[in-house]
């Protein structure tokens, strides 16, 4: 089992800036992968960024490329989406999730486990 929390939202202006964190916590050492997913009111979830644990190697969005950054601290088992001049369309519930099988990060059927979820609201 691989416990997430999320922390870091909030309400931000169009424009502005912030970070998102998730502790993980449990059997950690199987994860290959962890990313970050939103969800919007009446929406599906969908990827926004990925990261692979070891490598670092790194996935996102069209729509969040050149604006949010996903890095990780592996000795604080923490993953990080620092977020950019930010837009009322990334108005979302932001959920990290961790992936211990490998596959396509894109796809969110190949998490395993999820993290309760933080709300980030721009306003414009």
């Known amino acids: 089992q691989v416990q997430l929390v999320e922390s870091g939202g909030g309400l931000v202006q169009a424009g502005g800036s912030l970070r998102l964190s998730c502790a993980a916590s449990?059997?950690?050492?199987?994860?290959?992968?962890m990313g970050w997913f939103r969800q919007a009111p009446g929406k599906e979830r969908e990827f926004v960024a990925t990261i692979t644990w070891s490598a670092g190697n790194t996935y996102y969005t069209n729509s969040v490329k050149g604006r949010f950054t996903i890095s990780r601290d592996n000795a604080k088992n923490t993953l990080y989406l620092h977020m950019n001049s930010l837009k009322p369309e990334d108005t979302a519930v932001y959920y990290c999730?961790?992936?211990?099988?490998?596959?396509?990060?894109?796809?969110?059927?190949?998490?395993?486990?999820w993290g309760q979820g933080t709300q980030v609201t721009v306003s414009s």
């Open positions: 449990g059997r950690t050492f199987s994860t290959r992968a």
């Open positions: 999730a961790a992936d211990t099988r490998g596959g396509n990060y894109y796809n969110k059927n190949n998490y395993d486990y």
